[in-house]
């Protein structure tokens, strides 16, 4: 079965800080993979998403995340935080075929000090 | 805004009380979704739906629960005889090549 790792439960940086949130998956076929962000009190966001083609991809927000096939990861950088980017961060996969649905990990929680 | 509406957005019941929960999906999304999602975790897959028919229930969702999309419009999830390890925050989402969300509806169970 698919599994998602998410390793950083809560981290916490001052502004303008370099971030780096890690995502491992499990499952040796193809997939389509995800970053999705819940500000406080808001639902979830798509931040971007990763289908095929260039494995660097940028998101909103100035958020980039980079696909590398043989680590299974898929981590979401940005070279300068905000508080505003104070919230909590989902990293899901799904197959590209039959129900499309996620499987998350259980997610980061980002604090931002001003 | 992303499209995706829940009612309601909060919900306390009792133990043993039957709860309903409704999602309006994006108009021209013909799959929908519900997950739940318990503190600490990242949301988990209970069923799925292409237009009316549902076409998968994750191991998750027991005999107490069940959930209906008449016309493929909207969704509903009936969890009956709640317990207190329902409590959780319910989810739905819909879809064309990525999952919009909504707000979610937010169950307790005293």
């Known amino acids: 079965a698919q599994s998602v790792s998410q390793h950083n439960h809560h981290v916490i940086l001052s502004e303008a800080a370099s971030l780096e949130l890690g995502c491992n998956y499990s499952?040796?076929?193809?997939?389509?993979l995800f970053w999705y962000v819940q500000y406080p009190g808001q639902h979830l966001q798509l931040l971007l998403k990763?289908?095929?083609?260039?494995?660097l991809v940028k998101g909103i927000k100035g958020f980039e995340a980079e696909f590398i096939k043989s680590k299974f990861s898929f981590n979401l950088r940005k070279p300068s935080v905000q508080w505003s980017d104070t919230a909590e961060y989902f990293c899901?996969?799904?197959?590209?075929?039959?129900?499309?649905?996620?499987?998350f990990g259980t997610g980061t929680r980002l604090k931002v000090l001003a | 805004d992303t499209g995706v509406s829940q009612d309601p957005r909060h919900k306390i019941t009792k133990r043993g009380q039957n709860v309903t929960f409704r999602c309006d999906p994006i108009?021209?999304?013909?799959?929908l979704y519900w997950y739940r999602q318990t503190l600490g975790q990242g949301p988990e897959f209970l069923t799925y739906?292409?237009?009316?028919?549902?076409?998968?229930k994750s191991r998750l969702l027991s005999d107490r629960f069940s959930a209906e999309r008449p016309k493929g419009s909207f969704s509903t999830l009936e969890i009956q005889r709640t317990e207190q390890g329902d409590s959780a925050m319910y989810l739905c989402?819909?879809?064309?090549?990525?999952?919009?969300f909504g707000p979610g509806t937010r169950l307790t169970v005293l």
């Open positions: 990763y289908f095929s083609g260039d494995p």
């Open positions: 499952y040796g076929g193809t997939v389509n």
């Open positions: 108009s021209e999304h013909n799959r």
């Open positions: 899901a996969v799904n197959e590209p075929s039959g129900t499309y649905k996620y499987i």
């Open positions: 989402a819909s879809r064309i090549d990525e999952q919009f």
């Open positions: 739906f292409q237009n009316e028919a549902q076409l998968e």
